[in-house]
Each structure stands twice: as C-alpha cells, then as structure tokens.
C-alpha cells in the first residue's frame, strides 16, 4: 500500500465590502429623509415643590391656581376629583371647566396664563395622575386630528405624609 502525500491548498476568500457600504448607506438616507416627525409627548411644563431653598414673592397679576384635587381608595385607585373643592364626576367633566376656566389665558398667554396645581394623595395610581395632565393640558378637536391646548403651566401641590388630611 502506498500513502500518497496530498498537499492541501489554503484558498483565502476575499470579500469585497464596498457594495455591501454602499447598500448601508443608502439605506440610512432612505430611512432619514422619509421619517415623520410626530407631536411631542409627555412635554409638560411642571413645576415641582421640592427643591427651592428661598421663598419668592408672589406676582400680583398672576391668576391663582385651579386647584385639582385627586383622593385616592387604600389600594390606590381613584376615589373621587376636586376641582376647587367642588366634587366632579370623570376626567370629560374635568376637561369641560377647565376649558371653561381657561378661556382668555391658555398657551401663548405668557405667564398670566392659568396654572392648575395638583394635589394627589400618597398612594394614587400614577395612571390617575397622568389622565388628570392630559384633560388639563388640552383635547383632540372635533376632526380628531388638531390638538386644541388648555393650560400650559403644571405644578404639584407640597406632597403629605401617607393618611395626612389636608
């Protein structure tokens, strides 16, 4: 028996990338020039209590505040909606004396616009929290498709203890 000595070839494979670079960077142009921009979300102008160290003197011929009030069941769900101590039913009665309220001030009305605090209890959902944001800030108009903008200025009462009364 004889053995052959078989000699093995290393064959090197070259790719050639740059179809491959060119294919990518098209891609990328064709996805940046047909992106659709959407409205912004969530671009709330929200003051929050905590965190100011000096007591500023209140502005004479500012508006006070719509006060909203969101209480809240032991388990966190929503008990009930105050809207300057006055009880109301659902979040589309809320936006309807809100829209009644802001009426004259609203965006584009600088700062003499109206401005709703909210008051939420301890223990509140933050999904009751953010349906109250959204019926103060504004709705959809009648074609469904134009946002019509209530009130710009957001802030949140000084939180209380868990159980505190106000």
Do not use: H, W
Request: proline share 7%; net charge neutral; aromatic share 8%.
């Amino acid at each position: 028996m004889a053995i052959k000595n078989t000699i093995i070839r290393e064959e090197r494979l070259d790719f050639d990338m740059t179809p491959m670079i060119d294919c990518c960077f098209q891609l990328l142009i064709f996805f940046m020039l047909t992106l659709r921009y959407a409205q912004p979300e969530g671009d709330f102008n929200i003051k929050m209590p905590l965190g100011t160290t000096s007591v500023a003197r209140p502005d004479d011929t500012a508006l006070p505040p719509i006060k909203v009030r969101l209480r809240a069941t032991g388990d966190g769900k929503l008990a009930g909606i105050q809207l300057n101590e006055r009880p109301i039913a659902n979040f589309n009665d809320l936006r309807s004396l809100v829209r009644s309220l802001a009426v004259g001030g609203g965006p584009g009305a600088g700062d003499r616009g109206p401005e709703v605090e909210l008051d939420c209890d301890f223990n509140l959902k933050f999904s009751y929290t953010v349906q109250a944001i959204t019926s103060v800030t504004g709705y959809l108009a009648d074609d469904g498709q134009t946002v019509v903008k209530l009130i710009d200025k957001i802030k949140f009462a000084t939180p209380r203890a868990e159980g505190a009364k106000p």
